[in-house]
């Protein structure tokens, strides 16, 4: 079983949907959960963090945390085109991240 | 700053061929990264480096894999002999004091290597 269990989709929605990407985890000692944002051919740009459970919003983004669970979540609302990318969630191990596979995201108008 | 730059963008050898990858991380950070990322795989850790000091080589997949650090700007990714099995995108990454709190890693935009 690997560490970080993430969907690779690919998933499309319309302009405008809620989008919910997620990531499960085995590790009950990760304490940092990270989002990452991948265009393509780029490299991935931390989009987000959150320290232990809870939520935390930015804007058009909310990413989730319930370590009862080992379950985190990033949703986005009102979704661009411009949101369109591969969505990786990363965990902090003992001395390094921890990477999904990473969701595509396509957001058509 | 101009983030973590990476050299080439792109590479196409054959097989057997001697390849080097290069990366300048952000200048004053401690920490760098060597992630290879393919679809199979995703992204996977290969080395990371505290202070050109190497810490973490156990993501290295062979002993035809080699990584220095022979200052604080400067580190190679050399693969000899190269195989086709080795194509695949090389990230390399740095941050200040492991990417905790705020300090996320920071990406280059990686190189694309196809072994023929």
């Known amino acids: 079983q690997k560490e970080v269990e993430q969907d690779p989709g690919p998933l499309s929605v319309p302009e405008g949907a809620i989008v919910s990407l997620n990531c499960t985890y085995s590790?009950?000692?990760?304490?940092?959960f990270m989002w990452y944002r991948q265009y393509s051919r780029k490299g991935p740009e931390l989009l987000m963090y959150?320290?232990?459970?809870g939520n935390k919003e930015d804007g058009r983004f909310t990413a989730q945390v319930d370590k009862s669970s080992k379950y985190i979540s990033l949703f986005i609302r009102d979704s661009q085109p411009s949101d369109s990318a591969t969505y990786l969630c990363a965990m902090r191990g003992t001395n390094k991240l921890i990477f999904g596979a990473g969701t595509r995201l396509a957001v058509h108008p | 700053d101009a983030g973590v730059i990476q050299s080439p963008r792109h590479e196409v050898t054959e097989m057997g061929q001697e390849v080097t990858l290069r990366c300048k991380p952000i200048s004053g950070h401690d920490y760098l990264f060597w992630y290879r990322q393919t679809m199979m795989r995703g992204l996977e850790l290969l080395i990371y480096f505290n202070n050109n000091v190497p810490i973490d080589d156990s993501g290295m997949p062979e002993d035809r894999f080699s990584a220095k650090m022979p200052n604080a700007s400067f580190s190679t990714l050399k693969i000899q002999p190269s195989e086709p099995r080795d194509s695949a995108v090389y990230f390399c990454?740095?941050?200040?004091?492991?990417?905790?709190?705020?300090?996320?890693?920071?990406f280059g935009s990686g190189t694309r290597l196809t072994v023929v």
């Open positions: 959150t320290y232990s459970s």
């Open positions: 590790n009950s000692a990760f304490q940092y």
């Open positions: 990454a740095s941050s200040l004091r492991q990417g905790i709190a705020n300090y996320g890693y920071t």
